[in-house]
């Protein structure tokens, strides 16, 4: 294993403990959106589960501590919609790559009021639930142990995959880039040449005009 892959594969690895999972809270006032964004590759799997944070164990939540969340795609396309809702889920495989945003809007109210939202948001690895999976399958801890493993290596195969393909079109980029600043270069000298041919043409006939050559 040479040095670049090696560093690849710990950056994947990284990625993979650090990102796919984004548990929250946030503070929202009434009539206002908050929106939080969520890198999710094509055809994995998603789930998000939200709710309000009680002001008081003790105590129901007030009828007024309730939000709308819309959770859209990178192009716009709708994959959850929940209105007037106290705690919800989610869960989707995503058709489109990029960036999705799940975005809340809490409830218009008079006085203005504030409120807590528990969010957490798993994509990829993190959102399968292993415990139906043992469930389901009658398992036991190992053969439980080695499909998490499997899954594990699948996900950081297609993360070196999509990587590689992201670095390819980086360099496709890099590569578009330097030609039109090549040609934006050329143009310019080209400009500039013309501007000063034409300057002394003009000096000249003004001289030749005025005898003075």
């Keep these: 294993m040479n040095l670049q892959t ?3 594969s710990t950056f994947v690895i ?3 403990l650090s990102t796919i999972v984004q548990s929250v809270r946030f503070d929202i006032e009434s009539g206002r959106t908050k929106c939080i964004s969520e890198d999710i590759k094509t055809n994995s799997m998603t789930v998000g589960h939200y709710s309000i944070v009680k002001p008081d164990e003790r105590s129901p939540l007030p009828d007024s501590h309730k939000l709308t969340l819309r959770v859209t795609s990178v192009h716009g396309n709708s994959y959850h919609y929940a209105d007037h809702v106290q705690s919800g889920q989610f869960s989707f495989q995503a058709i489109e790559g990029g960036d999705y945003l799940a975005c809340f809007f809490a409830l218009d109210h008079r006085p203005t009021i504030k409120f807590s939202v528990d969010f957490d948001w798993r994509s ?11 469930k389901k399958g009658s398992v036991d801890a190992m053969e439980l142990e080695l ?4 899954n594990t290596i699948t996900y950081i195969h297609e ?3 999509y990587l590689r393909e992201r670095e390819r079109e980086m360099q496709q980029l890099n590569i578009n880039t330097n030609s039109r600043m090549a040609l934006l270069s050329y143009l310019s000298l080209f400009v ?5 041919a ?3 043409w003009h000096l000249k006939t003004f ?3 005025k005898k003075l050559i």
Excluded: N, R, T
């Design 147 to 150: 499909k998490k493993l499997e």
């Design 207 to 209: 001289f030749e005009k």
């Design 198 to 200: 034409l300057q002394v």
């Design 124 to 134: 990829g690895l993190a959102a399968k639930d292993w415990s139906s999976v043992a």
């Design 159 to 161: 993360e070196m995959l």
């Design 192 to 196: 500039c040449v013309s501007v000063a």
């Design 6 to 8: 090696l560093m690849l």
């Design 14 to 16: 990284i990625a993979i």
